[in-house]
């Protein structure tokens, strides 16, 4: 099992594992930044449970559905070994790297500005050990999934309804050796996923098409999909959000805000092969860049005029000038968004969560951020 480890850390965390020290110090300096502002927020112990078991939750799931574990673990799955050494091996480094690359920083900030005792600290330290047992278990039951969610739901009424932090701490330490438990009943194949259906039909299509490509691509990888439903949704309840605040103010605001699209502002990085064979190609950058900006356009713009029609709504006022903002709004977001994949792709990346959660994805809504700042200047000057 050590050996497992090792081959699976070095891949997620480098060689030397340089990736843990740099993560671990930037939190470090995060938390003590935060304590020594003196800034204190209340956070209920619920909450933070909740918080930290949902991240770590999602974070998971995204590095167990990573496509570069493929070729690795198909590689591995051809030598012998031992199902739940393997299945242990492989679910404790992923659980490492999801605690240590992106739960440890929520944690850094929250106990910063929300101290906590010794008994609500170790909660949550459980929390998080069942999210990553928990999660790996719901991955394997691909056609129960539904047993999952009854899961998610009995712990989520556990964690809000239990005041007591000694019976809270048994029950999730219940739960999380029920986890495990089941986790080493679990098929190791099962962490395997093959690309595509072998037996599809496929269909020879004459000439080329980046747009045919962009909506393949998605049709194959349903939660970037799914991230831009998310999107969409939150243009309809932003407008209830902002309230009763100046619709010039905060319309730009909200054009900004729903730029926030990762998913779709990183179809170049998330497929280095891709990237390598266009650049090398001759006239590609027209050919790719132009339709790919067209596409993001139409991603913004849809929830920009989602979030139009809400407001009208709820509170109407809408005229052709804030149509045309929004236009101008989607498609300078796009134009950025695909400059930045072309000239700064992401090289950097182990997994397909580092991706997703890479700085460079605040680049693009802090530029819409800052030019909605401006607009409502100028529309409070006039």
Known sequence: MKMLCKVFSKKLFGVRYERLGKNFFICAIVFWGLHL??????????????????????????????????????????????????????????????????????LAVVFALAPRNGWEAACVILCVCHAVAATACVYTWERHRWVGVAWAGIFLAAIMFIRDTGLLLLTVAGYLAAAVVLLGNADAYAFYRRAGNPYSVKKTIHGHSVGRYLLRY?????????????????????????????????????????????????????????????????????????????????????????????????????TVIYILAAACFALLSAAASVLLEWYFPIRDWKLETDLWHHPRKYVVPVLMLLIAGAVAFWEGQS
Not at 228 to 236: D, E, F, K, L, R
């Open 218 to 318: 998605l049709m194959e990888h349903k939660n970037y999909l799914a991230n831009t439903a998310v999107m969409w949704g939150a243009a309809c309840v932003l407008p209830a959000l902002f309230g009763e605040l100046e619709s010039g103010f905060v319309l730009p605001v909200g054009f900004a805000i729903l730029s926030f699209n990762t998913p779709v502002c990183i179809l170049l990085s998330c497929d280095p092969a891709l990237e390598q064979a266009v650049r090398f190609l001759p006239g590609q950058k027209k050919k790719l860049c132009v339709p790919y900006c067209f596409f993001i356009f139409l991603c913004n713009m849809t929830a920009d005029g989602i979030y139009l029609g809400s407001w009208e709504i709820l509170r109407g006022g809408i």
């Open 37 to 106: 502002s003196g800034i204190r927020i209340p956070v209920r112990p619920f909450i933070l449970y909740l918080m930290v078991s949902t991240l770590t939750v999602g974070i998971m799931w995204q590095a167990l559905s990573s496509e570069d574990h493929r070729e690795n673990m198909k590689n591995m799955f051809m030598l012998p070994f031992e199902e739940r050494r393997f299945t242990a091996a492989y679910v404790t480094v992923l659980g490492i790297y999801t605690f240590f690359t992106r739960t440890i920083m929520l």
